[in-house]
Each structure stands twice: as C-alpha cells, then as structure tokens.
C-alpha cells in the first residue's frame, strides 16, 4: 500500500503529495498541512520525509503561530477561511509528530513553540478549534477565527502530542 500511495500522490513538480485524486484520478495538487497526516501515519516515502518537513516549517505554510492549512502561495489561500489558511492546533499536534516520526525533531519543536506562543494569548491560555493563519507579529496576538469553538476539546492535544513529538517520543 506505501508503494502504491507513493507512486499515486507524489508530485515532482511540487515535492509534496496530491491532496487528492480527483473524479478522473488526477492528483490535485494543492500543498496542504494534510501531508503531515502522512508523515504521522508513515505511509510517506521516507526519502520524502526532509522535503516535507523543510516545506512545512517554510515561510508559506508556517505563521509563527503554526502550520497554516495550506500554504499563502496557493490560489485559495485566505488566512480567515476555515480549511484553506488557518491554523488548526490538532492538526498541527498530528504535524509534529508525523515529522518527529521521521527523527526531525527539531522541525517538531518549532510547531510546539508556535502553538505555545498562540495559547499564551487565549483565555485561560485553552486553545480554540482553529485562528487564522495571519502572519505572527510581535505587536499582535493570533487573531481569533470569528466562529470557532474555544475551547475546543480536541485543541487540547497539541499540548501532549507536540511535547512527545519534541521529546523524540513515537
């Protein structure tokens, strides 16, 4: 099945995976935090593991306050939209420990320390469902996604999964 996957979603032309394969099983090459979920699975080629780490701590997926959703270059960016350019602390939780999987721990820290950093200006310091992916200023404080449920139980798991992942836990 790795085998497979691999052949079927890797993208040269992007060195990431396909978010999907469309009705006609295209890849729809679109760069999205989602590969990190491949990277927690282990399905990911491991030869591929560096590429998508380095892309995923680069400026258009990292805020300063996580892993954007997708990338600020694609062209459904909007750092305010719900799955296409904010920052979902669960989702950066699985990011971080699919990249330690691969032994880049110091890419893992990165993520605690961004997530970390963004509760520090929430209630209670309890983070929310998701924030926007606004790039991180040191005048302003991650800004709020209007609906979001905050708290959000599941936010609470970035706290654990980030430190195992920066420990070098598996």
Not at 30 to 36: K, T
Request: aromatic fraction near 14%; proline fraction near 5%.
């Amino acid at each position: 099945m790795q085998q497979k996957f691999n052949e079927v979603f890797w993208c040269d032309d992007i060195s990431f995976y396909a978010l999907a394969l469309d009705g006609q099983k295209r890849p729809c090459r679109v760069r999205s935090s989602n590969v990190g979920h491949c990277l927690f699975s282990g399905i990911a080629d491991f030869s591929r593991a560096g590429i998508i780490a380095d892309q995923l701590l680069s400026e258009p997926f990292y805020s300063g306050w996580g892993v954007r959703t997708i990338a600020n270059t694609e062209k459904r960016y909007n750092p305010m939209s719900y799955h296409n350019g904010s920052i979902w602390p669960h989702d950066n939780a699985l990011v971080a420990c699919g990249i330690a999987r691969y032994g880049f721990t110091s890419h893992a820290i990165l993520i605690l320390e961004g997530i970390f950093n963004a509760s520090l200006a929430m209630d209670l310091h309890r983070l929310p469902e998701l924030y926007c992916g606004f790039k991180r200023r040191e005048d302003l404080s991650p800004i709020l996604y209007p609906m979001a449920c905050a708290p959000q139980a599941w936010a609470a798991a970035p706290y654990i999964f980030c430190c195992r992942a920066a420990w070098g836990w598996r």
